[in-house]
């Protein structure tokens, strides 16, 4: 029998909790978005150990939204949107030099310059990169570029300030099609190229695709929908100056702009014995890394691009977003969990949400539309690009979008997280002529080519254990 009073051993807990706070070397692993607001969520927390932060940009971090709207448009210089500090971190900035390795049974991060670090908890914020042109050579030509660090934006600034005869975009998402809106803000022909049948259609589906590819096609975009990009040429010089598309048209185009979507930064972690794959590193709701059996670790988070973790509001799925709030909520959470007792740690609920402007539209979405089979409008007008849609599956409201619409969104949130029934009930008065269910109309998923491939060795259930297949290289 324990001799302690209760107040006794709640000062006892209290002290295991403070000793927690500033016990042990905490390492970040990506200096960006989720990175930053990571360490400064641990400051805050009362984390007073010495931190570290790794990340293989030399840039402090930034904020990338600016890139793909303020920074093309040449109304801001690349270089121009570094975050807002909210509170002094206090650390020990590694900044320019990649990690390379993570050896779990050590504790150490390996860095590209032979430095190891040690580490008691690990953040992993490493995010994503841009999908490259797959064709080295011509990926290579002066003039083809993607979109996804500063650099990159300085790079097409430079270039749309020449004034290209033609843009080729290569994909129509978010990013593609704020890149083409700019160009036609600064007066610059642009084609379009998507392989599928509508812009946003894999986030949004093909019903407001269908919307989105009128408003692209009214700006004067030259869209070209089930047309691939079969070759890019470039001339003397190594500049691009020519495409070949899959409808047997040639352009004349002097800058072109990849925009293929993104894979995680997981090689760094090949042989740790995490769940990385194609979607990235999977975490538990607290944000603490599943190993590959998909036991949770105790010391290991993720947050940001590069996490995926399950959530209670779709059928506990485990999602990977890549949205802005989500990287800075995740960190926030991984942060207060990793200086926190089981008994205090914070689930990442986050109802997702994301904007973008483009072709004068501000187009804002909550919840996971693309989680929806079916899609409703239920306010403004479709005619006048002005109104509001809802997503559903299997009954309930799982997501929504507007388009010039925005201050409903919050009423959709409050539906979403209340698992509302779908079709939702009518807010305000302006229901639209077209207020009926249908098919949202989501593109069928590609198959992933890099999905890990796991596999279980041993007959003995005591020695079973999984490991990742070597690939074919
Ligand atoms: C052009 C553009 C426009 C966007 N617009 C919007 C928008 O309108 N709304 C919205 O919600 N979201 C938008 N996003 C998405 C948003 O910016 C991301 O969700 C956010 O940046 C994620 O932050 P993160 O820290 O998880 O990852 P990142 O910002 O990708 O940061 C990861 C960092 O880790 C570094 N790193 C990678 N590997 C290593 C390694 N081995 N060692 C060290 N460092 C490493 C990377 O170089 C990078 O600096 C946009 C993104 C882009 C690119």
Known sequence: MSTLTSEERSQLVQAAINTMKTRGRIVIVGASLAGLRGAEGLRKAGFSGPLTIIGDEPHEPYDRPPLSKQVLKGWVPADHTKLPRLCAVDADWRLGVAATRLDRANRVVHLANGDEVPYDRLLIATGVRSRQWPHPAEAALDGVCTLRTSDDAARIQKHLAAKPRRVLIIGSGFIGSEAASICRQLGLEVTVAERGPAPLAGALGGVIGAIAADIQRAHGVDLRLGVGVQSLEGDASGHVRRARLSDGT????????????????????????????????????????????????????????????????FEYQFLSMEHWDNAVLGAEVAA???????????????????????????????????????????????????????????GRIVGAVTFD???????????????????????????PAEAHPMPADFPARGVPTAIPDVVLTGYDPNERHAEYRARAR
């Open 250 to 313: 040639t352009l004349e185009v002097d800058l072109v702009l990849a925009s293929l979507g993104s894979i995680r930064n997981i090689e760094w972690l090949e042989g740790a014995g995490l769940a990385t794959g194609f979607w990235g590193v999977a975490c538990d709701a607290g944000c603490r890394a599943f190993d590959i059996h998909g036991v949770v670790t105790d010391s290991i988070f993720v947050a940001g691009d590069i996490a995926r973790s399950p959530h209670v509001l």
């Open 405 to 431: 619409h925005g201050k409903w969104l919050d009423f959709y949130r409050a539906q979403i997280e209340q698992s509302g029934t779908f079709p939702p009930p009518a807010a305000g008065f302006d229901r």
């Open 336 to 394: 207060h969990n990793m200086v926190s007792d089981e008994t205090r740690r914070l689930p990442h609920l986050l109802v997702p949400a994301f904007w973008s402007g483009q072709f004068g539209v501000n187009i804002k979405s909550v919840g996971v539309p693309s989680f929806g089979d079916e899609i409703i409008f239920t306010m403004g007008s479709v005619k006048e690009r002005r109104f509001a849609a809802a997503y559903g599956r299997r």
